[in-house]
């Protein structure tokens, strides 16, 4: 089986670029996430700096509708997103193993002779499965991650005296 360099630029527009559309409300969809789930530390400081102290009733219950609000949203956003990206995951490992398994059949018959059938069978399935976890969690993870990181970063700096 003849080897091929697979190099960023050939996954980026073979894997990435047709599927731009999605990735860009995906990326969206994370940033709303991650932005959502820090409402929760903030709110803790707004109850222990300012309500608490002061026993404001009215600033609690709005306070806690943001938190529940942005609980939603969250939840939300996760579900779109892990569905959005789940979806896709599976139609791209159904295509790669098409391509994959067309690409084997083309060899020549004494190609089959030598190779193993169990290495040719774990080719067409399990080696594609690596792009669904890179497609559907490790993006997910890695943006995730970076936003998070920024976003909390800002705030950090925003809200330090």
């Given at each position: ?97 098409a391509q994959v ?61």
């Amino acid at each position: 089986m003849p080897k091929r360099k697979v190099t960023i630029s050939h996954v980026f527009k073979t894997i990435m670029w047709p599927r731009r559309k999605l990735l860009a409300i995906g990326i969206v969809l994370i940033f709303i996430s991650r932005l959502s789930s820090l409402v929760l530390p903030y709110a803790s400081k707004i109850l222990i700096d300012d309500i608490i102290p002061e026993g404001n009733m009215d600033l609690l219950y709005k306070l806690l509708g943001v938190v529940v609000l942005a609980l939603v949203l969250q939840a939300g956003t996760s579900f779109l997103l892990t569905r959005l990206l789940s979806v896709e995951a599976q139609l791209l490992i159904s295509e790669l193993r098409a391509q994959v398994q067309k690409q084997i059949l083309s060899f020549p018959v004494r190609f089959f002779d030598n190779a193993k059938s169990g290495e040719l069978v774990s080719r067409i399935m399990t080696d594609v499965e690596g792009v669904r976890n890179l497609v559907g969690t490790g993006l997910v993870q890695l943006f995730g991650g970076i936003i998070t990181s920024i976003i909390s970063l800002g705030i950090l700096i925003y809200i330090s005296p």
